[in-house]
């Protein structure tokens, strides 16, 4: 398994006229953990880009439990459970506070495409398939 | 089945660096489908909050199966198939050109919940329950 | 003189938690104007870019002076003042309602070099030049 | 004089098919820079609201001097040199790198009103005061 933690504080202009985070902008920050899990395995998604890969969405799914407020202090936790093909899956689940006040305010998921900068579908960058294997080993799997 | 339409037109601050929609922003185009859902119910939405009712999201789900761009002229093709109730999920396609040339780009769902103004679940508003009866008497349903 | 005019209405992502639309906002609405401003004179955005240009912008100016609603229909006027060279300014307008109930929200500025595909400063499109001379003698000018 | 520093990592979902940063981004960047300010003067924004002060704005200007683009580090340096009454100007630059390699991208300002929550003029809040006098004092102004 592979995971990754993004902190990400709510800025106004993310809220709407509910007095809550619209609902659209938790995909940005699932990106935002994304980005933080590439540069944790030493490939920065620039890099990757630069050596001919991109990692399109193919869909997503959401969750909504509570809603988010400006100015909160969120963490997105990042997991890859899955050994990641041509098509790669991330997990995320986004809290609000630590220890006995964290509280789940969403869950979620994408569904990405491997592929090369003419858009064709081609395996996990090396380094990146390196990272799982060496995941893999370490917890046993 | 209640359903509506909405003609989107692809801003440049909607594109990424990929040189296509980032994927967050389909998911406001959803919204535009639904607030011209209730404006054709005669309800519009700024109506239906100051008559005590709001519409937010429990879920959604999103596959993109084609890339929106700049300048693009879409159609979101909005579809409530289930009664609603104190849940309400609404379906989505958006699709691209028309006759032969139509491409579907995106398919999707968001799931709601009809609350009060104190965020209590409630049945669907009076005029939205009729405009359902209505519509599924004149279908045979 | 070229002038242009889009018709917007307000999204309720556009709203943030003051119940207002967020200020960032009104920049994508000019925005859309000036790419309604090319079409009119025969020459879309994506047009533009495939004859190798772009429109990047140097500076921007704004004055919020009635804020915008979730579901306003708004119109945004869009006014070339001064003859386009490599720089080139668009004023603009934005109003709500019509007649004696016109009021005005905005008013702004927005300045812009014209740039080859390199980003080296260039003259205007010929077309774009040609549309200001004609519009220059039809008003006398 | 007021100071404060907000560092910012560009996310995907703010560039544009240019590839670099779209312009209207900066401005909730500005934002974000103005959160950190009355954080440092122990008044966060949420308090500030509570306590029955908003801080809407009047007007704004900016100049892109070079492009941002994803993944950058970039610091917000903002700057009150005057003293703040009913109305208040934040002024800003973005730079990016440090030492000699440091670029500046943007300069700008975002003009304030004070207002309570009926949306009247009022002075600034007692805290907000004390600590523009503190800092006016401490730098022998």
Same mark, same amino acid.
């Given at each position: 398994m592979l995971t990754a933690r993004a902190e990400i504080r709510v800025r106004y202009a993310e809220t709407d006229a509910m007095g809550i985070v619209h609902h659209a902008n938790y995909f940005s920050w699932f990106e935002v953990a994304r980005i933080t899990l590439l540069d944790q395995l030493g490939l920065p998604y #620039?890099?990757?880009?630069?050596?001919?890969?991109?990692? /399109?969405? &193919?869909?997503? =799914?959401?969750?909504?439990?509570?809603?988010? #407020?400006?100015? $909160?202090?969120?963490? +997105? @936790?990042?997991?890859? #459970? =899955?050994? /990641?093909?041509?098509?790669?899956?991330? @997990?995320?689940?986004? *809290?609000?506070? =630590?220890? $006995?006040?964290?509280? =789940?305010? *969403?869950?979620?998921?994408? @569904? @990405?495409?491997? +592929? $090369? &900068?003419?858009?064709? /579908?081609?395996r996990p960058h090396p380094r990146f398939h390196d990272a799982w294997e060496r995941a893999h080993q370490a917890t046993g799997g």
């Open positions: #620039r890099q990757l880009e630069a050596e001919g890969n991109r990692l /399109p969405l &193919l869909g997503a =799914e959401i969750r909504y439990l509570r809603p988010a #407020r400006f100015d $909160d202090r969120l963490t +997105v @936790h990042l997991e890859i #459970r =899955e050994k /990641p093909g041509v098509r790669m899956t991330c @997990h995320y689940r986004i *809290t609000r506070g =630590e220890g $006995d006040a964290c509280e =789940e305010l *969403t869950t979620g998921a994408t @569904h @990405h495409c491997w +592929v $090369d &900068l003419d858009s064709r /579908p081609c």
